[in-house]
């Protein structure tokens, strides 16, 4: 689940990084090439579907990260400790040893 997350991130990060180097602030980038006053789509429809896309990739980006927060394989203490346990052994040198009393 969690590396199904991680892709998902980097692909709205991907896409994301796009819809953000497409659109220019001055009113250029992919708006500029619509400026034909009988195009279906004009400059100011492109940009609102840029800005709007951009808002929801950063929204699906945000809930992913903390989605991936959530998701993110955890071990107890227990189950590293007692495997450290088992295979760490320590030799009992004869001077240790006491006798019964």
Do not use: C
């Amino acid at each position: 689940m969690y590396n199904f997350i991680v892709i998902l991130i980097l692909i709205v990060s991907v896409l994301l990084a796009i819809v953000v180097l497409v659109q220019n602030s001055k009113g250029g980038g992919l708006a500029a090439n619509f400026q034909a006053p009988t195009q279906v789509m004009g400059v100011r429809q492109t940009a609102d579907f840029l800005e709007k896309a951009t808002w929801w990739l950063a929204i699906i980006l945000v809930v992913l990260s903390l989605a991936a927060t959530i998701a993110i394989p955890r071990h107890t203490g227990e189950e590293s400790l007692s495997t450290n346990v088992s295979t760490v052994e320590t030799p009992v040198s004869p001077v240790q040893q006491t006798p019964a009393e």
